[in-house]
C-alpha cells in the first residue's frame, strides 16, 4: 500500500511564503507523475502543478511564477515551493501519484493553507 504524507501547512500573510513536502512510501517513486492538486470549500479539486518521472513540469495559470515543484527521488519526496501567496491560494493541498504502470493513483491527507492578514 502506498501511502503519501503531507506537511508544510499553515497560516500565512498575504504576500508571503511556504514549502510543501509530500513524502511517498515505495522504491519506484522516480517513475510516477507526482502532482499537488487544492480544494477549497464548495469547489471542485483543482490540478496545482505536476511533475512526470522526466521532469516534464506543468503548472495551473493561476500559479505560474509563484510556485515551483520539484521531487528529490533519492528521498521520495514531492515538493511545492509557494511564494507571492495570495487569499485565492487559501485551500487543502494534495499530494497526488498518478496511475501509471497498471497502478492505481494516490491521494495524501491534504494539509490546510489559509493566506490571510
Known amino acids: 500500500q502506498v501511502q503519501l504524507v503531507e506537511s508544510g501547512g499553515g497560516l500565512v500573510q498575504p504576500g508571503g511564503a511556504l514549502r510543501l513536502s509530500c513524502v511517498a512510501s515505495?522504491?519506484?517513486?522516480?517513475?510516477?507523475?507526482m502532482g499537488w492538486y487544492r480544494q477549497s470549500p464548495g469547489k471542485q479539486r483543482d490540478l496545482v502543478a505536476d511533475?512526470?518521472?522526466?521532469?516534464?513540469?506543468t503548472y495551473a495559470d493561476s500559479v505560474k511564477g509563484r510556485f515551483t515543484i520539484s521531487r528529490d527521488n533519492a528521498k521520495n519526496t514531492l515538493y511545492l515551493q509557494m511564494n507571492s501567496l495570495k487569499p485565492e491560494d487559501t485551500a487543502v493541498y494534495y499530494c497526488?501519484?498518478?496511475?501509471?504502470?497498471?497502478?492505481?493513483?494516490?491521494w495524501g491527507q491534504g494539509t490546510q493553507v489559509t493566506v490571510s492578514s
Open positions: 497526488r501519484r498518478y496511475p501509471q504502470m497498471g497502478s492505481n493513483e494516490y
Open positions: 515505495g522504491n519506484i517513486f522516480k517513475f510516477y507523475t
Open positions: 511533475i512526470t518521472g522526466g521532469g516534464r513540469i
